[in-house]
């Protein structure tokens, strides 16, 4: 079943703050975020892991609460290029499923000067 | 440098006909995903493979065939039995519980 995202579009000023969720229905073993452009393939931005490992490129940061299956995405400072649409994807146990993402609607992010 | 590459980047099929898209990837990766994006929608996955000579379907598998000859490629036919192929096809790799790196994607419309 398909991750839930909230909000589903989000509009800020550069150098305003936002939160973006992901719920899941079922236990997860990881949950990882990207960004995409329009047009443009997705990006990878962090991944976390049950047990509190995270691994990250850029400086956005993100928290994975494991008991409630929920994700959260931290826009912090927002630049003009912190705009696109964010998706999480979540993946249960690998044993039973293998590397496998289930990806969110996405959430809409518009970040104006 | 390492990296995913798709082609064509526009595909345009007649009704009743099969075309391939091509996935190719030069990071060494085990693991490679094809995902459909419809607009304004998230992805969903067509198809999957962990290791060469192997693949499991996905969530929207009815209509789509792939294969895995070669650790490097992993092509994806979208068959005359797909109703409305019309979509954005994303391929990705990854070495296992880590992140995936995506191709700039296939933009595929029926005529």
């Known amino acids: 079943q398909q991750p839930v995202q909230s909000p589903q579009a989000v509009i800020l000023r550069e150098g305003e703050d936002a939160v973006i969720n992901c719920s899941s229905s079922k236990a997860l073993y990881s949950v990882h975020w990207y960004r995409q452009k329009h047009g443009e393939a997705p990006v990878f931005l962090m991944i976390?892991?049950?047990?509190?490992e995270q691994k990250g490129h850029e400086k956005i940061s993100a928290s994975f609460n494991e008991k409630k299956q929920q994700s959260s995405l931290y826009l912090t400072a927002s630049q003009l290029s912190y705009s696109g649409t964010y998706f999480c994807g979540t993946e249960p146990d690998p044993k039973a499923a293998g590397n496998k993402l289930t990806f969110g609607g996405g959430t809409r992010v518009l970040v104006k000067p | 440098d390492g990296g995913i590459t798709q082609s064509p980047k526009y595909l345009f099929r007649k009704e009743g006909q099969n075309v391939t898209l091509s996935c190719e990837q030069n990071?060494?990766?085990?693991?490679m995903y094809w995902y459909r994006q419809d607009p304004g929608q998230g992805l969903r996955l067509i198809y999957y493979?962990?290791?060469?000579?192997?693949?499991q379907k996905g969530d929207i598998a009815e209509g789509y065939s792939v294969s895995r000859e070669k650790k490097e490629s992993f092509p994806l036919t979208v068959t005359s039995a797909q109703k409305n192929p019309t979509a954005f096809y994303l391929c990705a790799s990854s070495i296992a519980l880590n992140e995936q790196f995506f191709g700039p994607g296939t933009r595929l419309t029926v005529l």
């Open positions: 976390l892991l049950k047990g509190g």
């Open positions: 493979s962990q290791i060469v000579n192997d693949f």
């Open positions: 990071l060494n990766h085990d693991a």
